[in-house]
């Protein structure tokens, strides 16, 4: 049995000020030090918190071979920066790119502590097979915890799309889950939705909805109706499924998506990169939908994102406050509870019989810290720079003293062999 001692203990629920984490692949046991009496291996958590290993809500994991590539950008529109950017990269994606690009990111993740990842992957040189590609190196090599779709478009071949969403589900396990991945409502015809509706049965979708105002008027110029409204005519809102952006909706399409349970994943940073505009919190916290956070593939330090919404939503809402503390906690709750019923396992508290995922942090407060204000160190201090020193994923250490305990050397290197290749391929 391992334990971490001496630690501050915070999960967004709890606070345990002087206290101890017993733990295997499950914790065993959480206290405070007046109760603690050994383990067998002991981890002095001194001058650091303790918090779930982080998630990240939405993203893309083939984007971190998109770093630095130089090709001609002159977007107008956020279809000039899908078409001269990212449908470039994916489009030359072929299976090693894929491995070697998820292994580049895993292990950024895992640097920036976070544990768990939904993605949304699209790759034009290897449809069939990509998400147990994926699979094989976020969740096998790495061991982190994902949940993996490919984006259905009329881009790509229609048929091995669907059939590549379908057979990965034979591939799900404690570290791997499966949703059934569309790109957009503008990359969708409606034989397309017709043809996916006829195989979806009760499976979540992932999908981007309202990223930016072309998707919504390419929506009512077409088929005279909202996305929303859209998806649902073909049936394809399934209960926790998640819709991506959602920053140009109305009223009807925020009741709509609370009515069908889904989830609206918010990029906060992304939209700002994009200048797309940003969602409009106020509508879905009336409406009752439940959000998530992601970061739309833009690196790994999810933190980041947390303080950007914090942030941005405020700005968004001309009101500091108009989006709370409480509120970003709820986020960061929300994505626990969605990975961990995806995946059938407890995750996201710090508590007996819990995933031993976890994140140790050290924090030097320059004020006193309690169960009372660890929120506002947590977003105005920890969140701030975040750099884990020691992260764990069902008790199996993965980062040790900032160290990963993977070669990072050769897989950065294959990396960039990989990711040379592919900006050759599209230039
Ligand atoms: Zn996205």
């Known amino acids: 049995m391992n334990a971490i001692i001496n630690v501050q203990i915070y999960d967004y629920i709890s606070y345990i000020d002087n206290g101890y984490v017993k733990f295997n692949e499950e914790i065993e046991e959480v206290g405070t030090m007046q109760d603690f009496q050994g383990a067998d291996e002991v981890i002095d958590g001194k ?8 998630t990240n809500c939405h993203t893309h994991i083939y984007s971190s071979f998109a770093r630095g590539m130089n ?31 998820a292994i580049s990111y895993g292990i950024d993740c895992i640097k ?36 993996y779709c490919f984006e259905t478009s009329d881009r790509f071949s229609l048929d091995q799309c669907i ?20 790109h957009a409502s503008m990359s969708l015809s409606s034989d397309s939705l017709k043809r996916v509706s006829d195989v979806l049965g009760k499976t979540p979708i992932h999908i981007h909805v309202a990223e930016s105002m072309e998707d919504v008027q390419n929506c009512y110029k077409n088929y005279g109706k909202s996305i929303v409204e859209r998806l649902d005519s073909y049936g ?70 947390y303080l950007n919404l914090f942030f941005a939503m405020k700005n968004r809402l001309c009101s500091p406050m108009k989006f709370s503390m409480d509120e970003l906690a709820q986020i960061i709750r929300n994505g626990y509870e969605f990975i961990g019923r995806s995946l059938n396992i407890p995750i996201g508290r710090i508590e007996r019989t819990y995933k031993a995922d976890f994140v140790l942090v050290p924090y030097d407060p320059p004020t006193p810290i309690n169960k009372e204000n660890i929120l506002g160190h947590l977003i105005f201090g920890v969140f701030d720079g975040f750099r884990p020193k020691q992260v764990w994923i069902s008790g199996r250490q993965l980062l040790r003293d ?26």
């Not at 001058?47 to 982080?54: A, H, K, T, V």
């Not at 059939?163 to 569309?182: K, L, R, T, V």
């Open 112 to 147: 920036n502590g976070v544990t768990s990842i939904i993605d949304h992957h699209a790759s034009g040189l290897c449809i069939e097979g990509a998400l147990e590609t994926i699979g094989d190196a976020i969740s096998k090599r790495l061991g982190m915890r994902g949940i």
């Open 236 to 305: 394809l809102l399934n209960k926790n499924s998640i819709l991506a952006h959602c920053v140009h909706i109305n009223e009807e399409e925020a009741a709509l998506i609370a009515e069908r349970e889904c989830y609206i994943a918010l990029n906060p940073t992304s939209n700002m990169n994009n200048a797309v505009g940003l969602p409009n919190y106020e509508l879905f916290r009336k409406a009752g939908i439940r959000c998530l956070l992601g970061n739309d593939g833009l690196g790994a330090n999810i933190t980041r994102d």
């Open 71 to 101: 090709v001609a950008f002159h977007p107008k529109s956020f279809t000039d920066i899908l078409n001269q950017l990212w449908w470039k990269l994916d489009k030359q994606l072929d299976q090693s790119a894929i491995y070697s690009s």
């Open 402 to 427: 900032y160290d990963l305990i993977f070669d990072v050397e050769s897989a950065m290197k294959e990396a960039r062999v990989e990711s040379a290749k592919v900006w050759e391929r599209l230039m």
């Open 163 to 182: 059939q590549e969403n379908i057979s990965f589900q034979d591939h799900i396990s404690e570290h791997a889950g499966s949703m059934f991945g569309m």
């Open 47 to 54: 001058g650091c918190i303790l918090l779930p290993g982080l």
